[in-house]
């Protein structure tokens, strides 16, 4: 099993900057290829990064490329999304995802590839 708590989200104007943190808990995090999923207003939710589980391997969404950036800390357990420049098209419930037990080094796109979710930060961006 593994827990997952994000934060960091909040009110911003377009422009701003946040940074997201998702804490992991459970099994050991060094061994979870991770991600993050967005659902905007009546929308589906989507995919917005990924990262292998050594950190080395990263990949976006076009919709985010060049503004987010995911990152994670093995020893602290810890991933992150610094979201500069932000839009109110990114406003949305930010969702960390975990696919446990993954030694391949590769990173996921899809919502079906994760086993575990957390409970989501709501970010709005204001014009």
């Known amino acids: 099993q593994v827990q997952l708590v994000e934060s960091g989200g909040g009110l911003v104007q377009a422009g701003d900057s946040l940074r997201l943190s998702c804490a992991a808990s459970?099994?050991?995090?060094?061994?979870?290829?991770m991600g993050w999923f967005r659902q905007p207003p009546g929308k589906a939710r989507e995919y917005v990064a990924a990262i292998s589980m050594n950190g080395l391997y990263t990949d976006y969404a076009d919709s985010v490329k060049g503004r987010f950036t995911i990152s994670r800390d093995n020893a602290k357990s810890t991933m992150y999304l610094q979201m500069n420049s932000l839009k109110p098209e990114d406003t949305a419930i930010y969702y960390c995802a975990a696919r446990a037990g993954d030694y391949s080094g590769s990173y996921y796109r899809t919502r079906v590839e994760y086993h575990f979710w957390g409970q989501g930060t709501q970010v709005t961006v204001s014009s």
């Open positions: 459970g099994r050991p995090f060094s061994t979870n290829a």
